[in-house]
């Protein structure tokens, strides 16, 4: 069918402005303040006055904001790499189940994710404390002598990262992996191969960008982790995140805690965009 | 591999993931002020405690008000974007909805101290219309994936047939479009709703000093201690996400809105 003049649209152009108006009000707005304030200069012990310095970002030379950066890149790497890593079996798994099997094993894992980060602080710290933990289950079944506290430690840290970013990293790879044709894998199979060198040779590699785009946006996700690193570390694994509120809450620094932030954003819309690129590359799915 | 191996490895991941919940729940049945699993004396007084105590009630209010009318606003948002969106395509379009996945995308303490110093230099900072403007900006992203989903999802053939009929735009909108959107707008709104009430940094930054929410008031509470009541509330918390979600799964289709394309009907 074809039309003469411009076919009359569902909607009118002028609906887009509302949301812009939303979007660049509350969400652009805030963030060219904050660019301001990151070059702003403090005042000390009160807030900061109009200005334009570097002294804020000049301030990511010193051992200390290079420590916090280690740490949390760090520790968001490792997270990232083992929630990918049990996540991509799983995920494979379950694309190939029935639908009511997926739509349950669904349910639990938004349900996990959608839960507060206190929470989820709060659950671990249980789990992992001496009056109620698996310390009690280890000492009835004789692995240790008493009970013992697992938290605060690394360990508890990355655990709690783990739980936060595994649901996250099968959400993200859900979508790619259930677009893989399984007669593929099938045709493998007929050739001969054994199921687990068709899950290596054949649907890893064809997972390839998929597989990279999770561990980036996984990544980026601990990476903003608040709670965690304050309920389940001990204070040198705070990350960048607790440190940006501990400066521009406690410390009354706005313009140190500004420039962190604009650093972080930067580093995670590159990251963002890395990962999307990655993900456009699925190969033959 | 085997089906039966397959599924185990799933269940225990699955069983990974509700094991801190579980003994929460036990902790929660304590009847002494104490965090004990296997829980001793059990009780329920601590659930009853949750809605009585104005320690807690306030805060439990708090949530749900910021929760509702964020969720509310993010969808308000969402829609017509995702409608032009749809409707237009072209660079506009996609700025436009760059901008409202933005958010999601980055660490949240970036766009909670954004908001954080955004309404100390135009007023509201500490007020709760402050902390529901923010949920709502920041939890756009939820309904503008399932709503555009939906769209996408969209004949365009019965929107033609309406036209054809005489149907001017609002009437196509009215009755064609908005009906079959419907079920994308109540998940996109169920999503933002859960994640507004476990939101923590947001409405910390806005306005955590003066209107505290319920995460707020765990994480405050957790400093004088454990109480059985954490456990109470991470159990309600828990359970009302898993009944949202259940709903969503029980009435639409939970594959296809996460982005599967071939799932087997059986």
Redesign the interface.
């Known amino acids: 069918m074809t039309h003469l003049a411009e076919p009359?649209?569902?909607?009118?152009?002028w609906?887009?402005l509302?949301?812009?108006l939303?979007?660049?009000l509350?969400?652009?707005?805030?963030?060219g303040?904050?660019l301001s304030?990151s070059v702003a200069h403090r005042v000390e012990g009160g807030f900061f006055e109009p200005g334009f310095e570097w002294a804020s970002y000049i301030r990511f030379l010193t051992p200390f904001f290079g420590r916090v950066l280690a740490v949390s890149l760090g520790i968001s790497l490792a997270a990232a790499a083992i929630c990918v890593v049990?996540a991509f079996?799983?995920t494979v798994?379950?694309?190939?189940?029935?639908?009511?099997v997926?739509?349950?094993?669904?349910?639990?894992?938004?349900?996990?994710l959608?839960?507060?980060?206190?929470?989820?602080?709060?659950?671990?710290s249980?789990?992992l404390?001496q009056?109620?933990?698996i310390g009690?289950l280890f000492a009835a079944i004789g692995l240790i002598d008493a009970p013992r506290a697992y938290t605060p430690s690394l360990f508890a840290l990355l655990t709690g990262l783990c739980?936060l970013g595994?649901?996250f990293a099968v959400?993200v790879l859900?979508?790619p992996v259930?677009?893989l044709d399984p007669e593929i894998v099938e045709a493998a199979r007929v050739m001969g191969a054994s199921?687990a060198r068709a899950f290596f040779g054949v649907v890893v590699p064809l997972q390839r960008g998929a597989l990279t785009g999770a561990f980036i946006l996984v990544f980026?996700f601990t990476?903003?982790s608040?709670?965690l690193p304050q309920?389940l570390g001990r204070p040198g694994h705070w990350t960048?995140?607790v440190h940006?509120?501990d400066q521009?809450?406690y410390q009354a620094n706005?313009p140190f805690?500004?420039a962190m932030?604009v650093f972080?954003?930067l580093v995670?819309?590159a990251l963002?965009g890395l990962a999307s690129l990655a993900g456009r590359d699925r190969g033959a799915a | 591999m085997t089906r039966g191996l397959k599924l185990a490895y799933i269940c225990v991941l699955l069983a990974l993931l509700l094991a801190p919940l579980i003994v929460v729940t036990g902790v929660s049945l304590n009847g002494a002020q104490s965090l004990r699993f296997p829980p001793q004396d059990l009780s329920l007084k601590w659930y009853g405690a949750l809605f009585h105590d104005r320690e807690w009630l306030v805060p439990l209010m708090n949530s749900l008000i910021i929760a509702s009318c964020a969720a509310a606003l993010a969808v308000a948002i969402a829609a017509p974007l995702a409608l032009y969106a749809w409707e237009r395509g072209g660079l506009v379009a996609r700025l436009l909805t760059g901008l409202g996945l933005a958010p999601f995308a980055l660490p949240p303490v970036i766009s909670a101290l954004g908001f954080m110093i955004f309404w100390m230099t135009v007023g509201g900072y500490g007020q709760i219309w402050a902390t529901i403007v923010s949920h709502g900006v920041f939890l756009v992203t939820l309904p503008l994936v399932t709503i555009s989903l939906g769209l996408k999802a969209t004949d365009r053939a019965l929107i033609e047939a309406a036209r054809v009929m005489g149907a001017d735009r609002m009437t196509v909108l009215r009755t064609v479009i908005g009906p079959l959107l419907l079920p994308y707008v109540v998940s996109g709104y169920a999503f933002a709703f859960v994640l507004s009430l476990n939101e923590y940094i947001i409405a910390y930054m806005v306005a955590g000093f003066t209107v505290e929410t319920l995460p707020i008031k765990i994480f405050n509470a957790l400093r004088y201690g454990y109480t059985p009541i954490l456990g109470v509330v991470s159990v309600i918390f828990a359970a009302l996400a898993a009944l949202v979600f259940g709903l969503i799964g029980r009435f639409g289709n939970l594959p296809r809105l996460m982005g599967a394309e071939r799932v087997r009907d059986e």
Do not use: D, H, K
């Not at chain 1, 009359?8 to 152009?13: H, I, N």
């Not at chain 1, 798994?93 to 009511?100: E, I, N, P, T």
């Not at chain 1, 997926?102 to 996990?112: A, C, G, I, N, W």
């Open positions: 009359e649209t569902a909607v009118p152009r609906i887009a509302w949301p812009a939303m979007l660049g509350f969400f652009l707005v805030p963030f303040i904050m304030v049990l079996p799983f798994f379950l694309a190939s189940m029935s639908r009511s997926q739509t349950r094993v669904l349910v639990v894992l938004l349900s996990v959608s839960l507060s980060e206190v929470i989820i602080g709060f659950s671990l249980t789990l404390s009056t109620a933990g009690n739980y595994f649901p959400l859900y979508a259930s677009r199921a980026v990476l903003g608040y709670l309920l960048l995140s940006i509120t521009a809450i706005l805690a500004a932030s972080l954003m995670a819309l963002v």
